[in-house]
């Protein structure tokens, strides 16, 4: 089972810690990808780490302000200057698939989600 939690309500420019913690499985055998769907929109890719945390890929709009890091079985995603188009409900995935830049940001190479946290950035 895999939980999400941090999201809430920041202004614009804030800061907001996301965790994603596993339980029943070893986290650190998957590839760990973060997702997000704004309203009205498609689940879109954020970042994902390796199983060993040596390797991150982000997206276009998550580079240089997001930072994701690994500890024991959660993975967390550290969100700064947040902006009002980072609104959406943010969700963690395991995948069992090789970590590159295609696999990373395709939907259907996750095989497990979890439920997923509200993130409210107002202007």
């Known amino acids: 089972q895999l939980v999400e939690s941090g999201g809430g309500l920041v202004q614009a420019g804030g800061s907001l810690k996301l965790s994603c913690a596993a339980s029943g499985r070893t986290s650190s055998t998957y590839v760990v990808g973060w997702f997000r769907q704004g309203p009205g929109k498609e689940r879109e890719f954020v970042a994902a780490?390796?199983?060993?945390?040596?390797s991150t890929y982000y997206s276009d709009s998550a580079e240089g302000r997001f930072m994701l890091s690994r500890v024991s079985n959660t993975v967390y995603l550290q969100m700064n200057n947040l902006k009002p188009e980072d609104t959406a409900v943010y969700y963690c995935?395991?995948?069992?698939?090789?970590?590159?830049?295609?696999?990373?940001?395709?939907?259907?190479?996750?095989?497990?989600w979890g439920q997923g946290t509200q993130v409210t950035v107002s202007s």
């Open positions: 995935a395991h995948s069992t698939n090789a970590f590159n830049s295609m696999n990373v940001i395709t939907l259907r190479q996750y095989n497990h």
């Open positions: 780490v390796s199983t060993t945390g040596d």
